[in-house]
């Protein structure tokens, strides 16, 4: 029977037992850099000139305006409207520029303005604080504090159709243990997230989230057989409260567990292949669901200036806004980027994704399909200075002809960065 407290007493004993592993001292230490699970640092190239130094930190001020043109701005079958967008984008971080631990804290904030549709504008801005505390070789804790605004629509992928954004305060903070011995490595955080619906509710329909709080916990255990390449089992455990609109409120327990390997040949071929299931409980209706996922990442390096990625695979989650739906998504994408000179860089993307809606308890909604394809340039005039050209087509498909959309996007963008 499937546990519905906090913590799962055999989730509990994995992690235990995976650390006392892990620090046995009959295994010897390993160098920071040979360990997999790293996690990911602000790091500071020593050859840039970006970045204002202040004692042991870099100051770094970053603002982008990028001026768009869309053709259908509300992703509309029928009589598309388009529309010329402004997005500005500043953007100021200190880092720490340390030998050991680091401190990190960035705040940036993104407007975007429609010239004739001022109903989708928005505001969205963010802070974060991290940091990383460096014990001894292989091992360190890290964490962070973030706190988001953020603005979602329903003219997007993976929720209904809808007009204006909806915007969410989200609070998250997360802190974790990593340990790197000689072949066998672990990753351990515990995380606590929250998101509150802010502003206008004119436009809520039942079902449509109010707040939405998870906490949980995971874990990952990897034995490097060679260097750079390991097989992996992650562990993880989330409780999430949602309160929805024209409902009672809703607990939802979460177990996932997924397994794979990492493959690398003279950073040439890279490449992770996983497996997983994830189980999912909800406190208001009886079924349990069991969701089996898989998936592919392939990065190919031809030559120093040319290298193309590959992602393929199936993942489920509950709906951004509406909490009556649930999401299956599969997707593949494929990225070829060429260096064409020292101050310009190419990028072909091509992707297509397949988003099954189903309620929570399985029944099916619908279904829609999406195609697209983006063409991109990025020009450096030097270390602070540069331009993006592109252009995006996307396409959906749906069950729902109204659903359906034909998207054609051109983008230029300048942005600065001391």
Excluded at 52 to 74: E, K
Excluded at 202 to 226: C, H, M, P, W
Excluded at 373 to 388: E, N, W
Excluded at 391 to 408: A, L, V, W
Aim: proline fraction near 3%; include cysteine; hydrophobic fraction near 35%.
């Amino acid at each position: 029977m499937f546990c519905k407290q906090y913590f799962d007493p055999c989730f509990i004993w994995a992690i235990i037992a995976g650390f006392i592993i892990c620090f046995c001292p009959a295994l010897a230490y390993s160098k920071p850099e040979q360990s997999t699970l790293a996690f990911q640092r602000h790091s500071v190239d020593p050859q840039s000139r970006s970045g204002i130094p202040l004692g042991g930190f870099l100051l770094t001020p970053l603002v982008s305006y990028d001026f768009v043109y869309q053709d259908n701005v509300f992703l509309k079958k029928a009589d598309p409207k388009e529309d010329l967008i402004s997005v500005y984008r500043p953007a100021i971080s200190l880092q720490s520029n340390w030998a050991r631990h680091e401190v990190y804290a960035g705040l940036q904030a993104n407007k975007t303005d429609y010239r004739r549709y001022s109903q989708k504008d928005s505001l969205d801005y963010g802070a974060i604080v991290s940091g990383v505390y460096d014990i001894t070789y292989g091992t360190y804790l890290d964490g962070y504090l973030r706190h988001d605004r953020q603005s979602l629509t329903r003219g997007s992928e993976d929720d209904i159709n809808g007009e204006v954004p909806i915007q969410y305060d989200v609070w998250a903070s997360r802190i974790g243990l990593t340990r790197a011995l000689s072949y066998i490595q672990a990753k351990g955080f515990v995380f606590h997230d929250y998101m509150e619906r802010h502003g206008r509710r004119a436009t809520s329909v039942n079902g449509d989230i109010l707040t939405r709080e998870r906490k949980g916990a995971e874990v990952t255990f990897a034995y490097e057989y060679l260097p750079q390449n390991n097989v992996f089992l992650t562990l993880s455990r989330i409780h999430a409260e949602d309160s929805v609109i024209g409902a009672d409120n809703r607990t939802i327990y979460k177990n996932e567990f997924k397994y794979g390997v990492n493959f690398n040949h003279s950073n040439i071929y890279q490449a992770m292949v996983y497996f997983g299931n994830t189980q999912t409980d909800y406190s208001h209706i009886s079924a349990q669901l069991k969701d089996p996922f898989a998936g592919l990442n392939l990065k190919w390096s031809p030559t120093e200036q040319t290298y193309m990625t590959l992602s393929t695979g199936r993942y489920y989650r509950e709906g951004s806004i509406s909490g009556n739906e649930r999401v299956e998504t599969d997707s593949t994408k494929i990225d070829i980027f060429h260096q064409l000179t020292d101050s310009i860089m190419g990028n072909l993307t091509g992707f297509m994704a397949d988003y099954t809606y189903k309620t929570l308890s399985g029944s099916f909604l619908r279904q829609n399909r999406i195609y697209g394809t983006g063409l991109h340039f990025d020009y450096r005039l030097s270390d602070h200075f540069g331009f993006k050209f592109g252009y995006d087509y996307k396409r959906r498909n749906s069950d729902d002809i109204t659903d359906e959309y034909i998207n054609n996007l051109w983008l230029f963008s300048v942005n600065y960065m001391h």
